[in-house]
């Protein structure tokens, strides 16, 4: 796959962003569903080289994750911005053990939200996951996602790094959910 | 009414010629307990990451489909975690077993009770999530039949419960470089580390 290529004529970002986890050998998935990642969460599934679990809650992905990579392993972990908040201290693990870790965020309260109660979370996403010592990429287009993930995914599994992608909302926008 | 057993000397049971087993201790106790027994590149001590140590089990037997994995925590860390409990019956992975040495305390803290020793029973809420073979152990008998079982064939994950006295033993401490332990964790699986 040519990594240099944005968007490929008539595919979705999800897709894409698929492709690109799996040209990585990325074959673990942990997730709490979001409406942005309806499609990805999809293609994980239908895949048989990938485990794909669903957590009650975002830390247990933090964990599953780093286990994962103890036993060799490459995880991605879904989730949306409300549950960036709950793994704040669960990210002392691959912090401190320098796991591996790849988050991909789907923000909410920002662009167009309609419900405030996303606003407060949505707002400290950023500044929270950078206090703990993760790394924060952010993507406000499709072009601009595609183009990150796989330098995120080098320097993730290559350079051991804790990085979050925050996928913005405008993203999302693009598609009707 | 049965004598609580000592933590120390069940965790040396359940050790026992441990084979290839892998193992994840929680924070506390339990990773001075796992110590205690024999240090062991095998052995992936927690020192932090409250609630973390049943799911950094299933995620290791994700990975290593082929290896029985181990967690030995305590219920404290357990009780932190027990929505991981659902989520590990939901996934099912067969070579993960979770023995929880339940001493109804917060040891590290203060000896306060926990919810088991107020009467919750993370047996039942295990089998409750949807494990298939939960147990329960009181004598030493009991241990060296859940140590048997970690050796045998499971359907699913197992989870057992060992009432122990709840006492503040001399500490045995692991390692605390949790990037050392990592390496040499991921070394005896044959896995790059660096």
């Known amino acids: ?177 | 009414m049965v004598a609580p057993l000592d933590r120390r000397a069940v965790v040396a049971e359940l050790l026992r010629e441990r084979g290839d087993l892998l193992v994840v201790t929680g924070l506390g106790s339990a990773s001075y307990d796992v110590h205690a027994a024999g240090d062991d590149a095998r052995n992936y001590y927690l020192w932090g990451a409250m609630g973390s140590a049943a799911l950094v089990g299933l995620g290791l037997a994700q990975a290593q489909p082929n290896r029985r994995v181990l967690v030995i925590t305590g219920d404290g860390e357990q009780l932190m975690g027990l929505g991981g409990l659902a989520t590990i019956a939901i996934a099912r992975p067969a070579n993960l077993a979770i023995v929880v040495i339940d001493n109804g305390h917060f040891g590290e803290t203060g000896m306060q009770t926990s919810h088991t020793g107020l009467g919750l029973r993370l047996d039942d809420v295990a089998s409750a999530c949807g494990f298939p073979r939960v147990d329960r152990a009181e004598t030493m008998e009991d241990v060296a039949a859940i140590r048997d079982l970690l050796h045998a064939p499971q359907a699913g994950p197992h989870l057992a419960v060992v009432t122990v006295k709840a006492e503040n033993l001399p500490r045995s401490l692991p390692p605390r470089d949790a990037v050392h332990i990592k390496n040499r964790f991921r070394a005896t699986l044959g896995l790059a580390t660096a």
């Open chain 1, 1 to 177: 796959m040519n990594m240099t290529q944005t968007l490929e004529a008539g595919t979705a970002w999800p897709d894409q962003l698929y492709a690109r986890l799996r040209a990585a050998n990325v074959t673990h998935a942990n997730y709490v569903p979001d409406a942005g990642h309806t499609q990805l969460i999809k293609l994980l599934h239908a895949d048989e080289a990938v485990t794909a679990t669903v957590l009650t809650t975002e830390e247990e992905g933090i964990a599953i994750a780093a286990g994962a990579w103890l036993g060799g392993k490459r995880s991605a972990i879904l989730m949306q911005s409300s549950g960036v908040g709950n793994c704040i201290n669960m990210l002392s693990l691959p912090v401190i053990a320098r796991i591996p870790l790849l988050m991909l965020v789907t923000m909410r309260g920002e662009w167009g939200e309609f419900n405030p109660w996303q606003v407060p979370m949505g707002q400290a996403t950023e500044a929270a996951l950078r206090a703990v010592g993760v790394r924060v990429f952010r993507a406000d287009s499709a072009e601009e996602l595609l183009a990150i993930v796989p330098a995120a995914l080098v320097e993730a599994f290559d350079a051991d790094q804790q990085i979050a992608i925050l996928i913005g909302q405008r993203v999302m926008g693009e598609k009707k959910w």
